[in-house]
């Protein structure tokens, strides 16, 4: 069973940066995309940034409106890896932050995985 394990989350000032990283607990095969979603108690988990993965090595990512120009999310496929990058953090950005990875093929059965879960606190 593979599991995802994010790290990086804590209490930051607004204003302030925070970087999460998300990496499986074994190498995965065929990733065709990964993201960050996040969730406030009383709230459906929302999406927050997701990256696609080609065959041919390109991709592309998609944010939410409320974050765009302020996050980025980035890939490490050697290490099955994937990161945020969190600039400009505001309260309302406070969330548990969760990484999902979905892939599948021809030879790989569909998969789709997610982490346990990191806090992000945004707070004077």
């Known amino acids: 069973q593979v599991q995802l394990v994010e790290s990086g989350g804590g209490l930051v000032q607004p204003g302030g940066s925070l970087r999460l990283s998300c990496t499986a607990s074994?190498?995965?095969?065929?990733?065709?995309?990964m993201g960050w979603y996040r969730q406030v108690p009383g709230k459906q988990r929302e999406l927050v940034a997701t990256?696609?993965?080609?065959?041919?090595?390109?991709?592309?990512?998609n944010y939410a409106d409320s974050v765009k120009g302020r996050f980025t999310i980035s890939r490490d496929n050697a290490k099955s890896t994937v990161f945020l990058q969190m600039n400009s953090l505001k309260p309302e950005d406070t969330a548990v932050y969760y990484c999902?990875?979905?892939?599948?093929?021809?030879?790989?059965?569909?998969?789709?995985?997610w982490g346990q879960g990191t806090q992000v606190t945004v707070s004077s």
């Open positions: 990256i696609t993965l080609a065959i041919t090595g390109g991709g592309s990512t």
């Open positions: 074994r190498s995965i095969f065929s990733i065709n995309a």
């Open positions: 999902r990875f979905r892939g599948g093929s021809y030879s790989t059965p569909p998969y789709d995985y």
